[in-house]
């Protein structure tokens, strides 16, 4: 079994900072790569930012130069995002995701998703 947990969402105003973070637990040795989703609702999710094994990162249009992920273990078990500069535009559930797990040797491709943490920008 391997669990996703994320923390850190909440209620900012306009132009404040959040940071989430995400750690997984179970039969995990790594991730090939770990992001963040973000859904409002009625909408489909958006893939906003990603950090591959290795360093490699991704960001939607919508959030770079603003969003910022990171690993403190090159994408083995945990994610963060530091969003900056947020906006009400930037309102929606947050959802870590995980995808490529390595476990003593053996491949899986299942994808793997948070329960989801709730990010409002609004004054």
């Known amino acids: 079994q391997v669990q996703l947990v994320e923390s850190g969402g909440g209620l900012v105003q306009p132009g404040g900072s959040l940071r989430l973070s995400c750690a997984a637990s179970?039969?995990?040795?790594?991730?090939?790569?770990m992001g963040w989703y973000r859904q409002v609702r009625g909408t489909q999710r958006e893939l906003i930012a990603h950090?591959?094994?290795?360093?490699?990162?991704?960001y939607s249009d919508s959030v770079k130069g603003r969003f910022t992920i990171s690993s403190t273990d090159d994408a083995k078990s945990t994610v963060n995002l530091q969003m900056n500069s947020l906006k009400p535009e930037d309102t929606a559930v947050y959802l870590c995701?995980?995808?490529?797990?390595?476990?003593?040797?053996?491949?899986?491709?299942?994808?793997?998703w948070g329960q989801g943490t709730q990010v409002t920008v609004s004054s």
């Open positions: 995701n995980a995808s490529g797990r390595w476990y003593d040797g053996t491949f899986f491709s299942t994808q793997y």
């Open positions: 179970g039969s995990i040795d790594r991730f090939n790569g």
């Open positions: 950090v591959s094994r290795g360093g490699g990162t991704y």
